[in-house]
């Protein structure tokens, strides 16, 4: 069992940063590739980013790519997930996720799922 709090959301211009962070406790952390899904209203959960048990290896979604980068300590059981150059349309109920395998953009991979934290962007 491993259990997963994100934090660091909130209200931003457009244009700004935020910074997420994934703090998990349960279970070895470093077991798992983690993940970042987000989920807008009205819409499905959609994959953000990804990153392998180690770090070495890092996945991006088009619509965020070159904008946010995904990382990890695993001193610290924490996944944070960088966004630079926010948009409107990034607005979202931000998820990280723990899944066994590396890789998987779908949800349906991911074992374990945090409460989500939101982030608006202001046009």
């Known amino acids: 069992q491993v259990q997963l709090v994100e934090s660091g959301g909130g209200l931003v211009q457009a244009g700004g940063s935020l910074r997420l962070s994934c703090a998990a406790s349960?279970?070895?952390?470093?077991?798992?590739?983690m993940g970042w899904f987000r989920q807008a209203p009205g819409k499905e959960r959609e994959f953000a980013a990804a990153?392998?048990?180690?770090?070495?290896?890092?996945y991006y979604a088009d619509s965020v790519k070159c904008r946010f980068t995904v990382s990890r300590d695993n001193s610290k059981n924490t996944v944070y997930l960088q966004m630079n150059m926010l948009k409107p349309e990034d607005t979202a109920v931000y998820y990280c996720?723990?899944?066994?395998?590396?890789?998987?953009?779908?949800?349906?991979?991911?074992?374990?799922w945090g409460r989500g934290t939101q982030v608006t962007v202001s046009s």
């Open positions: 996720a723990a899944a066994p395998l590396s890789g998987s953009t779908s949800p349906n991979y991911y074992r374990y």
């Open positions: 990153i392998s048990q180690t770090g070495g290896a890092t």
């Open positions: 349960g279970r070895s952390f470093s077991i798992y590739a």
